[in-house]
């Protein structure tokens, strides 16, 4: 039988099957070659300006033989050795390499833990644990970036949440009285009224937008949020003679005179001036808001990595989803990230 004739029989089955064909295709063929240029892309990315010892930042390095298929190598600085994955999220894994591509890809498509878990076949805390291992290793391999040009920039607000904080931490008591899970909870998270009413319950988290795709997103408050909020998370994050657009928060009232920009006041009710308006970020914000629904809630230390997940899934939407997976998996492995699973319980809430 030829390519041919079997490309003929293929045509022949119904749809079902033909998926089928396909993932055990895609199994084998893509998932192999991808792993091969996912480990090469990692080493190169690391090594781009020459070899560099993650310990101590040395380039005294030299190759120290192979250990289970791994080359290792040897910094003659600190005398430490290292592979090409040392402090990156599947380090020390036990795990192999083919169930963390399959985590990758879960998370391309924005699945809970929980069904991450199930998918990947691994358990509930160690689905977790890799999450934000790669999370805070892809947060530091992305940055909270700049803008420039046309700029749209605005606030959301998420609930401020301690899930997660008090199962065996004998040392943590919660700052607030705990908010009651019912039918109606779910409706109040993150659904208070914009500007109107915001307490120290809420968490602001402020996006910028420019017209060349790039994005910031960043926790930067806890409650109202002030001009010395606004000033921190723009400098040296916005070009200079930028146009920035914003709604009428008073928060923004100096931007202009201490950041050579141009400000465009876009008052509340309305959504145009001219060329000028705030439609981008809004709508990035509901996109943002119903992605999160997802998550049921996200423990405030955590909701950095989530914005930053977000982030990365917007800067890529057009990409096909196995570049998505090679993409996130070099990206992810090639910042020197060394997450622990016992600093977990410990984390506070990132604000820039
Ligand atoms: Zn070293």
């Known amino acids: ?22 993932n055990f295709l895609e199994e ?14 990692i080493k190169e990315n690391r090594f781009a300006s020459g070899k560099v010892c993650p310990h101590c930042k040395s380039n005294e390095v030299s190759k120290n ?16 050795t290292f592979t090409d994955f040392t402090f990156s999220p599947c380090y020390h894994s036990k795990k192999d390499f083919s169930k963390w591509l399959e985590y990758i890809k879960c998370m391309v498509a924005g699945y809970s833990i929980r069904k991450c878990a199930e998918i990947v076949e691994i ?23 700049h803008v420039s040009g046309l700029v749209e920039a605005d606030e959301t607000f998420f609930r401020l949440s301690y899930k997660g904080n008090h199962s065996k931490n004998a040392l943590f008591t919660m700052p607030r009285k705990s908010n009651k899970r019912g039918p109606n909870s779910k409706k109040s998270i993150d659904e208070e009224p914009k500007k109107r009413g915001i307490s120290k319950n809420q968490v602001a988290v402020m ?10 997103s960043e926790l930067i408050c806890n409650g109202r949020m002030k001009y ?12 200079e003679k930028s146009i920035l657009c914003i709604d009428s928060h008073k928060s923004y009232i ?7 920009v141009d400000i465009q006041k876009i008052e509340t009710g309305k959504f145009k001036k001219g060329i000028y308006h705030i439609q981008h970020i809004n709508s990035y914000h509901s996109r943002l808001k119903k992605w999160m629904d997802r998550f049921n809630g996200v423990a405030t230390k955590y909701l950095n990595n989530y914005m930053y997940w977000f982030k990365w899934i ?6 096909k989803d196995s570049m998505k997976c090679k993409r996130l998996f070099v990206q992810s492995h090639t910042s020197y990230s060394n997450t622990k699973i016992e600093d977990f319980k410990n984390r506070k809430p990132l604000y820039i």
């Not at 039988?1 to 998926?19: C, F, G």
């Not at 358990?123 to 970036?145: C, E, M, N, Q």
């Not at 996006?207 to 910031?216: E, P, Q, T, V």
Request: proline letters at 1%; aromatic letters at 10%.
């Open 28 to 41: 084998k063929l893509i998932i192999g070659s991808l792993t091969t240029q996912i480990k090469e892309d």
């Open 123 to 145: 358990t509930v805390p160690t689905s977790f644990s890799w999450r934000h291992k790669i999370l805070d290793a892809l947060r530091l391999y992305i940055g909270t970036g």
């Open 254 to 260: 100096r931007l202009d005179s201490n950041f050579d």
């Open 207 to 216: 996006c910028a937008l420019d017209r060349n795709g790039n994005i910031i």
């Open 228 to 239: 010395k909020d606004v000033e921190r998370l723009f400098k040296d994050r916005i070009e």
């Open 65 to 80: 033989g192979k250990y289970k298929g791994k080359q290792r190598y040897m910094c003659k600085s600190c005398n430490k």
């Open 314 to 319: 917007e800067l890529f939407k057009t990409d």
């Open 1 to 22: 039988m030829n390519a041919n004739s079997i490309i003929k029989y293929l045509l022949t089955l119904d749809k079902n099957e033909q998926q089928k064909v396909f």
